[in-house]
């Protein structure tokens, strides 16, 4: 009620009304703006602060340090000189990028089929990939094996880029579709009286109004791969086919954790994702509206 | 004339399956790969399945899955699953919703706030979990370091070795870790909402309440309801955290379903039972998916 | 939409098919075999790397052995997975816990003929005779071969005790080191006023074992664990006394009075030796591999010492441990069982084994490594020493097993029921009682299930035994 009786009387200022309102309206959002930073500095300061501890420091319980008391790049010394971390921070990146282009790619036709048409057993399909994600992936763990090894993608770079890109499809595939169907038909219509066939009309009129959703399943297949373990694990022993995750989980002992390592090693895997965010999120956000309008 | 009967039928039958050609990559990964796994998992469920006994290998009809409702501690698990995913994703679903709404407007260094506002995302879950395993340490942990420097409590909390207040650790690093997840999504969503329809309902001059629930929710419910839906059952299906931040302890306290499941899969090699209760779990949910997906009108708004 | 399903059948049979011959073309003369590392680290790639190549240099050029690794929080699962799809590598590392469910699942072959035909006993050290005639008891046969000796002990901090009882941690042997003797002094080094508690206790994961150790040492009669076990109508067991109850209670006061953090409900190895080093426990019951954390700690050289094992009220100690933590074996699932073998045997030819033990801090198991002063009483071990070769130390028995539903028992529901006990949820004698039914159940239906175990009975259940014999046993100058 006071809002509405604020906003009547201040109709008769126009000028003040809205000046007052932005500013709150403004507080508001930066407020809420740090409170997000906030909430996800502190734990990554937190595990920073650990990297650049030694273990007696890191295990010392007699205080707790927010600032270290002997600074020490040890840590990180031991991840690219004895652990060689490079090898397997280039293989997260290599899976990440190559999946998460693919799913794009593939996701975009599969994504237009099951938008765009109507098909026998397109609710079946649906059906099926509903049931499936609620089946708990670790019956699966066996049975896939099985599939893998007769396909001879078992400890091979080729079958870790198949697990990963088929692994991605069917959540990529609804969530791309979601996309389409937000895009009018009117759109593509018009497309197809000035000539253009199917291809052409998703190429020149419909990509540039479904960049936020590519950008969308791009991070999404991105960071699905980036944060894998178990796959990784299971299907692969090889240790020149490991990614940042596996080495960072094999430095859990059975007696120990070497907190330091893992931790720095935690770190560094979280600049690559900050600088792809910081490129692909400009898409996410730029908007239906926009491509439309151009059109 | 035959010719031309021919080349219609060609391209009757070509656009009769160009729908499937689009698709193939889904019917791939959902017929030869998914499938199989499924359909044994309910083969295996009717038989004494013991990895330790494959050469005794039988069906015994429904017997996992009697033995599995005996379970004493089925009640107690039930409910510790049920309230992870409400508290996890209902508080994901908030903050991640909320971060959306903030970023929505284009601002000076967006690109870089977003980087920084979606860092978990980028975090695996173990190492989420191992560190906020060591946060929440009882004795030396800095969240009971900084509780007592804020002279919020007076004494030191056991989290991990106190029944109920083990499973806190794991929700909070399970929200920490996903709501993201959400605001990608619904920030993307968010997109597609045409600016006229903002300014006029500006003009109109609703308030910040009414534009959320009359402009705003309306025009993403579907990207809404699916990923809510779909957020549930991952998180019901997620057991990662749990094991690494208290391995279901103390008592069992902290055990959810499926963190149990893998316990009796991988620690027995029982996978019949294991598949008994995952296809119990799976039924149930599908009856709740079912349940939602008429209560919210999903056929005609949802996104599938 | 049926002809759509054959096309992808067709294609994924053309992949089959593909992925066979290039199969088929690798085999030949030439034969590369697997190895699976269970806990995998610099020190151990370069180790075996080193030797593999060495192998395939001196000794057969036709086999290659590819090193393969898993981390060892994972190890369990993918090495259950591999199994069951009939993938298991060449030769793998195992963890003592293990073994039951894998040779029940015939996945690890017996190394019965290997061992007898090669005469490789006689080139071990004597505690190698006690290990593989323990594992014909337990299992039948011998399924593994260890990687090296290692032994539990009791780490304290040496200052604590200076401080609080005004002598050296030493002196506590002297004075007659029993299990009532160690209960006493982690009470009286807990101090709250500065932080300290007397005990790493383990609540987590594998506490049952602890308590089991604990009261086959206390009770009047130590060191047996069944009764009737001619009888398996009547099968017994016995740790559900009276005497029992008060044992239990009294060693469960340990975290009830305070002598660990409330945590210590659920912690397993990592936060005990964490916690150890940190410097908030005063004592720790582990294995040698701890020694590297330790190093690694602020921990300085006179603030901690080793003490061996308690020992029960008649002089004898009584451990739970296999006497290793990783141990070599070989899959019941490849074609190359003797080239397996050859290559295993290699591992304890020459220096091999000395330079594994010297990585892990174990002690070796081939004769010719004990000359070798690193592990003599002047090297880095000598604090071991005293224990390993000690007169009293007998074997307790394996409390994993015979069935892997005992392990699970033990292992997993067991945790939980103590746990509940630790919270006073439960009564120490409605957990005495569980675990007599539950133990006693599993093993009745193993043996229903297994009637040909029943020949074994008395082998399963079998005494305690003498770990290592006499000080010769390991022959460490």
Redesign the interface.
């Given at each position: 009620m006071a809002q509405r009786a604020l906003q009547q009387s201040s109709s008769y200022r126009p000028h003040y009304r809205r000046r007052f309102r932005w500013k709150w309206g403004e507080f508001g959002r930066v407020c809420v703006l740090i409170f997000y930073v906030l909430v996800v500095i502190a734990p990554i300061y937190w595990m920073f602060i650990t990297s650049v501890k030694s273990y007696g420091e890191i295990v010392n319980v007699k205080e707790v340090t927010y600032w270290p008391q002997t600074f020490t790049t040890a840590n990180y010394e031991e991840l690219f000189n004895a652990i060689d971390f490079g090898i397997y921070l280039k293989n997260s990146l290599l899976y990440a990028f190559v999946t998460a282009l693919t799913v794009v790619v593939i996701t975009m036709m599969s994504g237009y089929g099951m938008s765009r048409y109507q098909f026998r057993g397109k609710g079946f399909m649906l059906g099926m990939w509903l049931v499936a994600q609620m089946i708990p992936g670790i019956l699966g763990t066996i049975p896939m094996y099985v599939i893998y090894s007769k396909l001879g993608l078992i400890n091979t770079r080729t079958g870790l880029f198949f697990m990963f890109i088929t692994g991605q499809i069917p959540f990529c595939t609804i969530t791309m579709r979601a996309f389409f169907d937000r895009i009018p038909v009117s759109l593509e219509e018009a497309a197809f009286v000035d000539g253009c066939n199917r291809v052409q009309a998703i190429f020149r009129i419909i990509l540039p109004v479904l960049l936020p959703g590519m950008a969308a399943v791009f991070v999404f297949a991105f960071t699905a791969v980036w944060n894998d373990l178990m796959t990784c694990v299971i299907y692969t022993s090889k240790k020149k086919l490991w990614t940042i995750n596996v080495i960072l989980k094999s430095m859990i002992g059975r007696v120990s954790v070497n907190w330091g390592t893992l931790m720095a090693g935690g770190i560094i895997a979280l600049l690559p994702t900050i600088v792809v965010f910081a490129f692909v999120q400009r898409y996410v956000v730029s908007g239906l509206t926009a491509g439309a309008v151009k059109e | 004339m035959n010719s031309t009967i021919k080349l219609r039928r060609r391209r009757k039958i070509l656009k009769a399956?160009?729908?499937?050609?689009?698709?193939?990559?889904?019917?791939?990964?959902?017929?030869?790969?998914?499938?199989?796994?499924?359909i044994?998992?309910v083969i295996i469920s009717f038989q004494r399945y013991k990895?330790?006994?494959?050469?005794k290998v039988r069906f015994i009809g429904f017997d996992n899955y009697i033995n599995s409702l005996r379970d004493k501690n089925l009640g107690m698990i039930t409910w510790n699953s049920i309230k992870y995913v409400v508290i996890v994703v209902g508080l994901q679903f908030v903050?991640g919703f909320?971060?959306a709404l903030?970023?929505r407007r284009?601002f000076r260094f967006?690109?870089?706030?977003?980087?920084?506002?979606?860092?978990?995302?980028?975090?695996?879950?173990?190492?989420?979990g191992?560190?906020?395993r060591?946060?929440f340490?009882?004795?030396?942990?800095?969240v009971n370091?900084l509780l007592m420097k804020l002279h919020i409590t007076s004494s030191k909390i056991?989290?991990?070795?106190?029944?109920g207040l083990?499973i806190i650790p794991v929700y909070v690093a399970a929200i920490?870790l996903g709501y993201q997840?959400f605001a990608?999504?619904l920030?993307?969503?968010l997109?597609?909402i045409?600016?006229e329809v903002y300014e006029s309902a500006e003009l109109d001059?609703c308030?910040?309440w009414r534009r959320l629930f009359s402009i705003i929710i309306p025009y993403i419910r579907?990207?809404l309801l699916?990923i809510l839906m779909?957020r549930v059952?991952?998180t019901f299906?997620s057991?990662?955290l749990i094991y690494v931040i208290?391995?279901?302890?103390?008592?069992?306290s902290s055990e959810t379903l499926?963190s149990y499941?893998?316990?009796r899969?991988?620690?027995?090699?029982d996978?019949g039972a294991?598949?008994a209760l995952?296809?119990m779990?799976?039924v149930v949910?599908?009856i709740c998916?079912g349940i939602y997906m008429k209560l919210t009108k999903y056929n005609q708004a949802g996104?599938? | 939409m049926k002809k759509l399903v054959s096309l992808v059948l067709a294609v994924a049979l053309i992949m089959t098919a593909m992925a066979m011959v290039s199969v088929a073309g690798a085999s030949g003369e030439k034969i590369t075999l697997t190895f699976l590392d269970i806990s995998p680290r610099e020190a151990r790639a370069t180790y075996y790397n080193d030797v593999f190549a060495r192998y395939t240099a001196e000794k057969n050029p036709n086999v290659t052995i590819e090193y393969e690794e898993v981390p060892w929080d994972d190890a369990h699962t993918k090495v259950v997975t591999m199994a069951a799809t009939n993938d298991l590598p060449d030769l793998l590392n195992c963890s003592p816990g293990w073994i039951t469910e894998f040779k029940d699942s015939d996945w690890i072959a017996s190394l019965d003929d290997y061992v007898a035909d090669s005469g490789i006993t006689d080139t071990f050290v004597g505690s190698m005779k006690t290990i593989f005639d323990k594992q014909v008891e337990d299992y039948g046969h011998i399924y593994i071969i260890p990687d090296g000796l290692t032994t539990s002990c009791i780490y304290v901090r040496a200052d604590w005790i200076k401080e609080t009882l005004g002598i050296e941690y030493t002196e506590l042997i002297d004075e007659g080191w029993t299990w009532e003797r160690y209960l006493q002094l982690c009470h009286e080094l807990t101090d709250p006023e500065k932080g300290r508690y007397g005990i790493s206790f383990r609540g987590g994961m594998g506490s049952v074992d602890r308590i089991t150790e604990y009261m086959m040492a206390m009770r009047s009669e130590p060191g047996v664990m069944w009764a009737n076990t001619d009888n398996m109508d009547e099968l017994d067991y016995l740790y559900n006394t009276e005497e029992d109850v008060t044992l239990l209670n009294e060693y469960l006061s340990l975290y009830w009075d305070g002598c660990a953090p409330t945590d210590a409900v659920n912690w397993a190895f990592v936060e005990m030796v964490d916690n150890f080093c940190g410097g908030l426990t005063g004592t720790l019951f582990n294995d040698m591999e701890v020694v590297a954390s330790i190093l690694a700690s602020d921990l300085t050289e006179d603030q901690w010492g080793v003490l061996p094992v308690p020992s029960a009220m008649d002089g004898r100690i009584f451990m739970g441990v296999n006497g290793n933590t990783y141990s070599y074996a070989i899959s019941n699932q490849t074609e190359y069982k003797d080239e397996a073998w050859d290559v295993l045997s290699y591992l304890y030819e020459g220096t091999n084994n000395a330079d594994y033990c010297k990585i892990m801090t174990l002690f070796p198991l081939s004769l010719s490594a004990t000359e070798d002063p690193f592990f003599g009483e002047d090297g880095p071990m000598a604090g071991f020493l005293y224990e390993i070769n000690s007169p009293d130390l007998w074997k307790a028995e394996s409390t994993y097993g015979p069935s892997p539903e005992v392990t699970q028992i033990d292992l997993y529901d067991g945790t939980a029921e103590l746990q509940k006990v630790l919270l006073k949820q439960e009564s120490v004698e409605d957990f005495l009682a569980w675990y007599d039914d539950h133990i006693t159940e599993a093993t009745k239906t193993y043996f229903e299930e297994n009637p040909e175990q029943l020949e074994r009975v008395d082998q399963i259940f079998g005494k305690v035994e003498p770990y290592a014999t006499s000080r010769d046993a390991v022959s460490i100058k």
């Open positions: - | 399956i160009e729908p499937y050609l689009f698709c193939l990559p889904l019917i791939f990964c959902l017929f030869g790969l998914f499938a199989y796994p499924m044994r998992a990895l330790t006994e494959l050469k903050l909320g971060l903030a970023l284009p967006r690109n870089v706030y977003q980087a920084v506002a979606f860092i978990p995302y980028a975090l695996s879950g173990f190492v989420c191992l560190m906020f060591w946060s340490n009882g004795e030396y942990g800095v370091d056991a989290f991990l070795g106190t029944p083990s920490w997840f990608i999504m920030l993307a969503a997109q597609s045409p600016q001059g308030g910040w579907p990207t699916t779909l059952v991952w299906n057991y990662e208290t391995e279901g302890g103390p008592a069992s499926t499941l893998f316990t899969a991988y620690s027995n090699l996978f294991a598949s995952g296809l779990f799976a949910l599908l998916a996104d599938f | -």
